[in-house]
């Protein structure tokens, strides 16, 4: 779903509400620059994973950045993770999952591999099977 908050003149935003997260659930949010500080991301993910007592996952968003002209929700990917235990093989399909359709511009095919790559880490270290400083 699409949707769009064109703000008249002389209107402000003053607040954003978000949802408090529950203590199952675990975020991160990777990206790809070409330098650390001050620049655009090249590629971009955000990953919220519920995660269960017995380690499965309940629920799943994952939405790309820099990917397309606004954020970009991958249910597809999400499916794949909800009701499994995360694993490497788990998460690799939720990147590959991330851009099945994926058509890329001539100029940016590089994006491809580097959204898959960071759907994959995400994932990962949101599940905690893999450390943040290991990726």
């Given amino acids: 779903m699409h949707r769009e908050n064109i703000l008249a003149a002389e209107e402000i935003l003053t607040a954003v509400w978000l949802p408090p997260q529950t203590q199952t659930n675990r975020s991160i949010y990777l990206q790809v620059a070409e330098r650390e500080a ?3 991301p090249l590629a ?9 007592a017995a380690d499965l996952c309940r629920q799943a968003s ?7 002209p606004a ?3 991958v249910r597809q990917a999400e499916a794949l993770l909800t009701g499994v235990k995360i694993s490497g093989k788990t ?13 890329s511009l001539t ?14 880490r995400a994932v990962l270290v949101g599940a905690a099977t893999l ?5």
């Avoid at 971009?44 to 269960?52: E, F, G, M, R, T």
């Avoid at 994952?62 to 397309?68: E, K, W």
């Avoid at 998460?91 to 058509?103: K, N, P, Q």
């Fill in 38 to 40: 001050f620049d655009w």
């Fill in 62 to 68: 994952i939405v790309l950045g820099a990917a397309a």
């Fill in 71 to 73: 954020p970009w929700r």
């Fill in 131 to 135: 450390p943040q400083d290991q990726f």
């Fill in 91 to 103: 998460a690799e399909a939720a990147g590959e999952a991330a851009l099945a359709g994926a058509i």
């Fill in 107 to 120: 100029q940016n095919a590089y994006k491809l591999p580097l959204l898959a790559t960071l759907v994959r």
């Fill in 44 to 52: 971009a993910v955000a990953v919220v994973l519920d995660i269960d």
